[in-house]
């Protein structure tokens, strides 16, 4: 019997994940895909939001703020990158500066600290790049980035080492609910736990409403993204987003924590919980309405597109905490954004009902700590000179475009829950994030997957179940 | 460590201009090859077509590439294999790491850059729809098959008319995949002639020009892709859609000179080849660094990669010796119709012999001429049958036009319709 199942490992399974592990509890994360972070976690903007945008009574802005103020701590914990950069949104006409004074209001409602309003002419003393048309801005110097993939991928590793199980390929298929909590049923398996805990990202719904009558729906609302190489990464150093025009909702443009444009995202409510596509029109559009920001935008060093689901419900809130009517089955759910801000309070505010309903012991073992991988590239010479002397295999680079090891990637394959494929080695190491995407490195990369793990290359995926890379060796179909 | 003359890659530029500059009496060189092997792209390119021009004879690319290699040597010339570049200094200070050595500070008199190009990746073309396996550039394809023994698809789409996406249409084909269609933007091909007989027309594979991918269908490995007729504007007309089911996707789409190098040294590149901006001698716009082969411009023919590399790793050496003077220099300027041209501008005051003028044009042509023109006046007229972006073409100026003509500020090449 299980104390505490947590169905999904993306940013919020994790953090509660760790949360946890700071007691003594039995305690599984079942995640249907191949890693961590496979879902709305690993495409989103990346932004540690000040808090300034959802409205003081709701939860997303309760805990924004809050939340925001965690990452400098959690950061050096748990060694993932993350920067305050601070964000900019832009008002383009001065009849909407009441609009950009609502939102600053809104924001000290909320908690955000030194908020202010600047002319066009500072922001663009600030940011050069800024577009002519911008006549003020809302300043939040608390706005940060990160990179979600490190953030979760830390979290779910600290879990794990401090205790947590983690049970990936393992899609939730029927939960019954029993006198003294929960059998989850997996394909492989059947796991009883006294505390349910339902992190499913765009399943969330699904898994509510098995076992509780106050149900909800979660449709998913998807934001197609373009990337660009980091030539053009210092366009802008902070956040920019649009004041809402009659446009719509305006998008942002926003370095990336490592250095990286990114532009995006639009917002289209789908049916289908797994369609990430990108679309020509959605493309189309963030580009257009990203012009309206910057003076030029650089359309010619795009190095990919991709889209993310936030998970929203017809609550247009996060849904936190016990089901009414489910006792032991707790929501952490409709997680939209700010969510990828607001998970680590999620993971204390989950695990506080946890602590409350099992009154567990600590774990003395709690380890807080988190070493991340030693990033080449990041190293000054004489630390390079160091690391290959110790290690050799430091001195190879298998990913040129982004300066990666054989030792990062080893490392990557090796540490708790390690990659398995070719997007977790990505994710970790940002082998193949590069400019070239993967077409130097990915026979290397399948190499040492290969060898490590001993997967043969006909198996090898990019992210799990059917994307091999490769179908079978030469002249066999003849 | 200290070098005269640093050579950054092993592949057929390298290699060409460290035989060159060895033969010219620099003896204190090396050459810098990342790969575990000398030879760099022709390791993988096992169709054979290569040296027609430098051998006079038809050579795989391993063989061609093995010729320099004995040359190199031959001749006792140092190399370091596994070996990559980080970073170039100002003061041609290079930072390398390989696992036996570890960090290499190797102080160098010159440099030739000769790190070659990369494919140009899908999400530089923003082609929509999802993100599944199946996808990948065609040379990665090719050192799957070529080296690996490894197949990445059975039914197979290739997007771009490419050299290599040709090369590997054939290739897939041998290997028992079927190729469904090369599909290119373009009202024409951007790969060479004999390429589209000898790899598509010879196995039926259709050539639809003027098309694009304008999605790409499957969760996890590919599905499908749909295409559609582009108009003038090369945009896709929608009626035109049509579904092509393949698990794979091969992308020819264009080459980019690898210049990450260059770029931190702060050599001046031309926004029209990727490449650096050179002289004559192909030097670059920082003193006593050369850059020839891919990585300058992106080449069809090896045999033009080791011409202009062997040029380069001479006057290399001649730099060494404190051949080359500074002067005054003439502009070349690439107009009506033609892109760019290598070199980009002429020290006259230590010309020698012809200079090769290296150039391409922006579209089809038939039936007109290269015209060169020394400020206003004619010195050239080359007429040609047909004039097509995917052929690399030149001219050469003669050494006496320089001392006909004292003074000229810029040299003009243009397409003239006859």
């Known amino acids: ?478 | 460590m200290n070098y005269d003359l640093v050579i950054i890659g092993g592949g057929p530029a390298g290699l060409a201009a460290a035989v060159a500059a060895k033969e010219e009496g620099i003896d204190n060189l090396i050459i810098l090859e990342r790969e575990e092997e000398l030879g760099g792209i022709l390791n993988q390119c096992i169709h054979n077509g290569f040296g027609l021009h430098t051998f006079k004879e038809e050579l795989t690319g391993p063989e061609y590439a093995q010729r320099f290699i004995d040359k190199v040597n031959e001749l006792s010339i140092e190399y370091k294999l596994d070996t990559m570049v980080l970073d170039i200094t100002e003061d041609k200070t290079i930072y390398a790491i390989n696992p036996k050595e570890g960090l290499l500070e190797i102080h160098a008199k010159a440099i030739i850059l000769a790190m070659g190009c990369r494919e140009r990746p899908r999400g530089a073309l923003t082609i929509p729809g999802t993100r599944c396996s199946g996808i990948m550039t065609a040379g990665a394809a090719q050192k799957f098959v070529n080296m690996k023994n490894y197949m990445p698809g059975k039914e197979v789409v290739v997007l771009g008319s490419g050299d290599i996406g040709l090369i590997m249409a054939r290739r897939m084909t041998f290997e028992g995949a079927k190729v469904k269609a090369v599909v290119e933007l373009l009202p024409y091909s951007s790969g060479l002639k004999r390429n589209i007989v000898q790899c598509l027309d010879d196995y039926n594979i259709p050539l639809k020009l003027s098309h694009t991918v304008v999605n790409i269908h499957g969760k996890e490995r590919l599905e499908g892709v749909t295409i559609a007729k582009v108009d003038g504007n090369r945009k896709p007309i929608k009626e035109t859609e049509e579904y092509i089911p393949c698990d794979t996707l091969l992308l020819s789409v264009g080459l980019i000179p690898e210049n990450e190098l260059s770029r931190k040294v702060g050599v001046e590149l031309s926004p029209v080849t990727g490449g650096a901006v050179v002289d004559n001698h192909f030097q670059t716009s920082v003193e006593g660094i050369f850059s020839c082969g891919n990585v300058l411009h992106v080449h069809d023919l090896v045999d033009n990669v080791t011409l202009e590399s062997y040029s380069a790793g001479k006057n290399a050496s001649k730099y060494l010796k404190g051949q080359l003077r500074k002067g005054e220099t003439i502009k070349l300027k690439a107009t009506d119709g033609v892109r760019y041209t290598v070199p980009h501008f002429i020290n006259p005051s230590t010309i020698e012999k012809d200079i090769t003028v290296r150039f391409r044009v922006g579209d089809v042509f038939k039936g007109a001429a290269i015209a060169v023109y020394f400020d206003d006046t004619k010195v050239l007229n080359k007429k040609k049958r047909i004039l097509a972006p995917g052929e690399m073409e030149e001219v050469k100026l003669a050494s006496d036009l320089f001392s006909q003509y004292p003074g000229v500020k810029t040299i003009t090449l243009k397409v003239e319709r006859s």
């Open chain 1, 1 to 478: 019997m299980y104390d505490v199942v947590i169905v999904g490992a993306g940013v919020v399974g994790c953090a509660i994940a760790r949360e946890i592990s700071r007691y003594k509890l039995k305690s599984i994360v079942l995640e249907k895909e191949n890693d961590v972070c496979c879902g709305t976690s690993k495409a989103n903007s990346a932004i540690v939001h000040a808090g300034h945008d959802a409205l003081p009574e709701t939860l997303k802005g309760k805990l924004n703020a809050k939340a925001n103020l965690m990452f400098d701590k959690l950061a050096e914990d748990l060694d993932f990158h993350f920067r305050r950069n601070g964000s900019l949104v832009l008002c383009f006409d001065e009849k909407d500066m009441d609009k950009l004074y609502e939102l600053k209001a809104r924001g000290e409602k909320n908690g955000v600290p030194e908020l202010q309003i600047i002319s066009g002419d500072e922001v663009r003393k600030m940011e050069p790049n800024v577009s002519d048309q911008v006549v003020a801005a809302l300043y939040a110097p608390t706005g940060g980035i990160v990179c979600p993939f490190n953030l979760t991928i830390a979290l779910a590793e600290n879990a794990h080492v401090n205790g947590v199980e983690f049970n990936f390929n393992s899609e939730v298929i029927n939960i019954k609910k029993l006198e003294d909590g929960f059998e989850v049923k997996t394909k492989d398996k059947t796991i009883r736990t006294k505390i349910l805990v339902n992190a499913a990202g765009v399943y969330g719904d699904k898994l509510n409403n098995m076992v509780s009558k106050h149900k909800f729906t979660i449709t998913p609302r998807k934001g197609e993204y373009n990337l660009f190489d980091k030539y053009v990464g210092n366009l802008t150093d902070k956040t920019l987003f649009q004041l809402p025009t009659k446009l719509g909702k305006g998008v942002l443009v926003t370095p990336t924590i490592d250095g990286n444009l990114l532009v995006g995202p639009n917002a289209v409510d789908i049916e289908d919980k797994e369609d990430v596509s990108t679309t020509r029109e959605g493309l189309d559009d963030i580009m257009e309405k990203a012009s309206l920001s910057v003076k030029f935008l650089p359309k010619g060093n795009i190095i990919t597109s991709f889209s993310g689901l936030r998970a929203r419900s017809e609550k247009d809130d996060f849904i936190i905490g016990e089901a009414p009517d489910v006792p032991g089955f707790i929501n952490a759910s409709s997680i939209e954004s700010p969510g990828l801000t607001c998970a680590p309070l999620i993971g204390v505010i989950v695990s506080d009902i946890i602590k409350e309903k099992l009154n567990p012991k600590l774990n003395e073992n709690f380890n807080p700590k988190r070493k991340g991988i030693t990033r080449f590239n990041d190293l000054s010479l004489e630390e390079k000179k160091k690391i290959i002397k110790e290690r050799p295999e430091y001195g190879r680079i298998v990913c040129r475009c982004e300066s990666v090891t054989e030792g990062e990637i080893l490392d990557a394959i090796n540490r708790p829950l390690g990659a398995k494929d070719l997007d977790g080695i990505k994710r970790r190491t940002r082998a193949g994030a590069g400019r070239c995407q993967s077409g130097f490195c990915i026979s290397r990369t399948m190499e040492l997957l290969h060898s490590e793990l001993n997967i043969p290359p006909t198996e090898i995926t990019k992210f799990g179940k059917a994307s091999k890379i490769l179908v079978g060796t030469n002249k066999e179909s003849i």
